[in-house]
Structure formats: structure tokens, C-alpha cells
């Protein structure tokens, strides 16, 4: 009678042949992969071989690694074990390793020994889309975004906290060393792990030393005594910062700002930024982008994160045009300020007499300059006009009402005026689509929501990786 089919597994397979060129058809991703990283010079990397040697093995080639790397993006599956396993089981593999199993710890040394060189390599990626015209050097668009680090948020201290973990450590190694133990293997394991615990807080504590003697050198005693209180480092990463993510989380991660042209999404550069401050990151992003395109776009986006005055100064004396909106500009717009109609933006200011005229009508005067931050500002002041205006509780907690203008704020108007033209609203509505879509792509498309290396060197590379592979496929023929 009829009955269900059951996988027979101790049948013998005497004979199965597999065309290899069937699993990677022309168009397909690693069919991309395997052609693209094909054009790269990798020069750099292999002269660092001996390949002549007799002893051992060939080395696998530097390209077969990296087209590996880049299926195993693609394909989600990034980790060392992983790669390891789809080489031995996946047939897209095999046909870029030509049927051979490349070990994770193989991998794992290859990106970690050659990051810097990998880094190098995207920008050879670049220049080519370039050549090819895929770069119209219109509308250059900058974001930053922010990835998990590979460091647990609680290994996060302060200088008052690393003293107590090498403390902790201390103790616990005292008290292994002064227990009698049966088992002596596993009692010199644990001093050996205490003894590596070690050395990593001291190599924290070294850094964090470092960083607040940077950010201190200028700072009031107040300030330092703030530095020391919040101020920390990540003992498992210390490249890592405690950064606040869209969900509103604070996590240990990096902050990577990219550059992208608007008319075929390519990434022209990419950079991680030492700490999560979009301002400072800006004219480095400008930079690297003309480097590796060597050439200039006409006209660069970034969102209100990146504006300062400063950046608008260097825009200028730069001569490059930009749209940036300030952090109140949209604010104002939509009549969300604190102060509502007694907001600094509703005292108008008159350029000829130097003075401003507030909401009641009262003229304040310049009354001296004050420098904040590195910065000049005009002091605005009429107390005696205060004194008697019958709105002063609305208008201000003090005796007073003082209004601080930059010295240069006219670069901020001159932004301003561009944002408010129409064309230039519908220019800047292409920034976040453009700068945007390659983060959703590898966050949701590619899983890559945190990085999986540690220390700043590795996560270039593996930011490298993925900025490759996202213009590797825009470089791909359309199928047709």
C-alpha cells in the first residue's frame, strides 16, 4: 500500500558531479564579487608573503580571502566559524575557492594583519567608480551612523572605577596565590587569566590618563573635577565610547561618518570617528571624499549634527558650497522654542545702529563682547527697558534680558537664506534618502548591526568591507 517516503541515508553515492559554474550565473552576487575584487591591485598585500618558501603550504590568495569576506557579508553570515563552515558546505563557496576549505583561524589573521591595507583598497574602489562615470560630483551627501561595539557597557569605567577593578584583582590573585589548591591546573589558569585581566585595566587606565590630560589642558578646575567624575574607558575596547543610539539606548560603539554621491548612491569615503561628534568629523569626511575621487563636488548635505560655526567659516574660506541647517533653524520654523514669542529669534537685528529690537519693542544695545568657547559674542542689553516693560517674567528669570551674538553670525544668515530658497529645499530632501540607504541596507538587509572586531584599526576594516560591497553592487550591470 501507499506509504510516505523516507530519506534512505546509508545508501551509497557512488558518483555526483556538480558544474560549479552553475551556482554563480552572470549578474548573480558572487559572479559581482568574484570579478570586481578580481580588478583590485593587491600588490601591497601579497609582496608581504613568501610565497617561495618550501615550508608548508601555499598561502591562499589574498583576493580568494577577501572575495570570501564579501559573500559572507552579503550573505549574513560574517563570523570566522561561519565563513569556515559555508567553504566546506556551500557551493558559492566552493567556486570561489575552487573546492578548498579556508580555516577561520586563517581568515581571522588575514583581515586582522592587512586592515590598514583593506581600507586602502576601498578607495581603489572608488577612483573606479569614478572612471566609470557612476560619480556626477553634484550633490555630495555626509551622515553618521552609530554600531555596536564589541564590548559590554559595563566594562565602561571611570578613573575611580578602574582603581577598584585593579584592586579587585589584586585581592582575588593574593587570595588564589595563598590558597592551597588540589587542582594546579586549573588554580595557573586563573592567575594567568587575573594576571591578562591585569594588563588590560592598566592599558585602559593608560588611556583614559591620556584623555583627560587632552580635554583638561584648557579646562577650569570645575571642569577637570566634572572630566574625572564622567570621563571613562572601555576595558575590553577602549577604542569604544558610550554613545547614545536612535532608540535612545547608550551603548559602547563607534561613530562612522560616510560620503555619498547623489546620483548612483556610491560611497565616495568613509571614516570612524574617534568619538560620536558629527561637527569635528565633517571637513575630514569633505577631505577624504576629494582624495579619493580626486576631485571636488559642487555641493555638500549633511544634516543639523553637523553644523557649527566654525564648519560654516571653513565652508566659506573653503569655497564650497553647502547645506547645513543649524540645530535651531527647524525649531524656530515650527515655533517650538522655549521661550515661544519671546524667543531670541523674535528680537530683530539692525545691522546699522548694531543694536536688536525686541518682541515688546525696547532697543538693546551693544554693551561689550564676551568669548564662549573659543568663541567672540556681542553682548545686547537694556536693563532700564527691562525694568519697566510689563512682560519681563516672560521674557527672562533675571533682572534683565541680555541677547549674545556671534561676531560672524552673518556666515549662519547666509546659510540660512540658502536653506529658504525652494530650489534649495528640494536639493537637500535627495541628502537623506542618498545618505541613508546604505546604512538600512547592511542594518536590515545584511543583519550588520554591530561590529564583531575590536580596536579601531579592525573596525575601518570591516566598515571598508562594507561600504565595498554596497558599491560593489551598484557598480553591477543592470540584468538586460
Avoid at 23 to 29: C, K
Avoid at 221 to 230: F, G, H, P, R, T
Avoid at 330 to 346: F, H, I
Wanted: glycine fraction near 6%; charge should be neutral; aromatic fraction near 6%.
Amino acid at each position: 500500500m501507499p506509504a510516505f517516503l523516507i530519506p534512505n541515508r546509508s545508501q551509497m553515492l557512488l558518483l555526483t558531479q556538480v558544474d560549479l559554474s552553475t551556482v554563480a550565473p552572470e549578474g548573480s552576487a558572487v559572479h559581482i564579487i568574484n570579478d570586481l575584487v578580481d580588478w583590485l591591485d593587491t600588490r601591497a598585500i601579497e609582496e608581504s608573503y613568501e610565497v617561495g618558501s618550501d615550508n608548508g603550504r601555499p598561502p591562499f590568495h589574498p583576493k580568494t580571502l577577501l572575495k570570501v569576506a564579501l559573500l559572507a557579508l552579503h550573505s549574513c553570515r560574517f563570523s570566522l566559524r561561519k565563513m569556515e563552515e559555508d567553504t566546506i558546505n556551500n557551493l558559492a563557496y566552493k567556486w570561489l575557492t575552487g573546492d578548498m576549505t579556508i580555516d577561520h583561524s586563517t581568515m581571522g589573521l588575514f583581515l586582522a594583519r592587512f586592515a590598514g591595507e583593506i581600507v586602502k583598497l576601498f578607495s581603489q574602489v572608488v577612483a573606479s567608480c569614478a572612471e566609470q562615470n557612476l560619480i556626477e560630483f553634484d550633490l555630495l551627501a555626509i551622515d553618521s551612523v552609530k554600531l555596536r561595539a564589541n564590548a559590554n557597557y559595563k566594562q565602561s569605567k571611570t578613573l575611580e572605577g578602574i582603581k577598584k577593578e585593579e584592586n579587585k584583582i589584586a585581592e582575588r590573585l593574593k587570595e588564589v596565590l595563598e590558597t592551597a589548591s588540589d587542582d594546579k591546573s586549573a588554580e595557573e589558569e586563573e592567575v594567568l587569566a587575573l594576571k591578562r585581566r591585569g594588563e588590560r585595566v592598566r592599558e585602559a587606565r593608560n588611556i583614559l590618563l591620556q584623555r583627560l590630560a587632552e580635554k583638561s589642558r584648557e579646562a577650569s578646575e570645575k571642569e577637570k573635577q566634572e572630566l574625572l567624575e564622567k570621563e571613562k574607558v572601555n576595558i575590553t575596547d577602549p577604542d569604544a565610547h558610550i554613545m547614545q543610539q536612535a532608540n535612545g539606548e547608550r551603548n559602547t560603539a563607534f561613530s562612522i561618518t560616510t560620503t555619498t554621491d547623489v546620483a548612483h548612491d556610491i560611497v565616495t569615503h568613509i571614516q570612524v570617528n574617534a568619538e560620536d561628534n558629527d561637527t569635528a568629523a565633517l571637513a575630514e569626511a569633505i577631505e577624504g571624499s576629494r582624495q579619493n575621487t580626486a576631485e571636488k563636488h559642487r555641493e555638500v548635505e549633511a544634516d543639523a549634527g553637523f553644523a557649527s560655526m566654525d564648519n560654516y567659516e571653513k565652508l566659506e574660506l573653503d569655497g564650497q558650497e553647502a547645506l547645513i541647517p543649524d540645530l535651531r533653524m527647524e525649531v524656530e520654523g515650527n515655533g517650538a522654542t522655549a521661550k515661544g514669542d519671546y524667543d531670541r529669534s523674535k528680537f530683530s537685528f539692525r545691522a546699522k545702529s548694531d543694536s536688536y529690537r525686541c518682541p515688546s519693542g525696547w532697543i538693546l544695545s551693544n554693551t561689550g563682547s564676551v568669548e564662549v568657547r573659543g568663541r567672540l559674542y556681542n553682548r545686547y542689553e537694556n536693563p532700564g527697558a527691562c525694568a519697566r516693560c510689563v512682560f519681563r517674567s516672560r521674557c527672562t528669570k533675571g533682572t534683565h534680558r541680555r541677547v549674545f551674538r556671534d561676531q560672524n553670525e552673518e556666515v549662519r544668515e547666509r546659510m540660512r537664506a540658502k536653506l529658504g530658497k525652494k530650489r534649495a529645499h528640494q536639493r537637500y530632501n535627495k541628502r537623506a534618502h542618498t545618505a541613508e540607504s546604505p546604512f538600512g541596507n547592511f542594518k536590515w538587509n545584511l543583519k550588520f548591526r554591530a561590529v564583531m572586531r575590536r580596536g579601531l584599526g579592525k573596525v575601518c576594516m570591516e566598515a571598508a568591507l562594507l561600504f565595498m560591497l554596497h558599491n560593489f553592487m551598484k557598480m553591477a550591470p543592470s540584468p538586460g
